[in-house]
């Protein structure tokens, strides 16, 4: 955890974060390789982003196909009472 606040930093009162290579992290990192870094980070953070689109479409059609699923209901739920969020 200390290694990762470390190289991330601690997250805004918004929730964003940054994320830097600097001169601290070696004389490997050449102006190639930073590019290339940074188009990783872009490329993965695409494919985060991809997955939870479709995680949420998938999730709203379960939920319009069957409603007893939502949060709140059933027997660890308010009883099946509509829920207000």
């Known amino acids: 955890e200390h290694h990762i606040i470390n190289t991330i930093g601690i997250p805004d009162e918004d929730g964003t974060i940054t994320i830097g290579i600097t001169e601290w992290d070696g004389e ?11 188009e ?6 695409s494919l985060v982003l991809e997955i939870l689109e479709m995680w949420a479409k998938v999730r709203v059609q379960e939920l319009q196909r069957f409603p007893m699923f939502s949060p709140g209901t059933g027997p660890s739920g308010n ?3 509509p829920v207000n969020r």
Request: proline residues 0%; aromatic residues 16%.
């Open 28 to 38: 490997i990192w050449t102006e190639t390789l930073y590019l290339q870094a940074i």
């Open 40 to 45: 990783a980070f872009d490329a993965s953070t």
């Open 79 to 81: 009883g099946g009472k």
